[in-house]
Nanobody
Framework: QVQLVESGGGLVQAGDSLRLSCAASGRTFSSYAMGWFRQAPGEEREIVAT????????YYADSVKGRFTISRDNAKNTVYLQMNSLRPEDTAVYYCAAAPYYSGVVARGADGVDYWGKGTLVTVSA
């Protein structure tokens, strides 16, 4: 079992930056691929970014490529999402996710995830 707790969400203006954090506890954090997903009202949950267990390989949705950066610190059992140049369309609840396989998340999205956090709300005003 892996427990995930997100933090760092809030209300910002377009063009601002935020950094989300996800603290993990439970089973060996470093053995899991980690990811960030988001869900806007009335929309399906979509992948934002994912990172391999070692942190060596990352994947980004086209909508955030060049603006968001995912990273992890296995010594701190924490994964981060640095979000720059935020846009109103980035408004959503952001969820941290743990998955056994990085390739599974890339290929299957949310279906490849084993564990979810409860989410943190990011609101970007125009």
């Amino acid at each position: 079992q892996v427990q995930l707790v997100e933090s760092g969400g809030g209300l910002v203006q377009a063009g601002d930056s935020l950094r989300l954090s996800c603290a993990a506890s439970g089973r060996t954090f470093s053995s899991y691929a980690m990811g960030w997903f988001r869900q806007a009202p009335g929309e399906e949950r979509e992948i934002v970014a994912t990172i391999t267990w070692s942190g060596g390989v990352t994947y980004y949705a086209d909508s955030v490529k060049g603006r968001f950066t995912i990273s992890r610190d296995n010594a701190k059992n924490t994964v981060y999402l640095q979000m720059n140049s935020l846009r109103p369309e980035d408004t959503a609840v952001y969820y941290c996710a743990a998955a056994p396989y990085y390739s599974g998340v890339v290929a299957r999205g949310a279906d490849g995830v084993d564990y979810w956090g409860k989410g943190t709300l990011v609101t970007v005003s125009a």
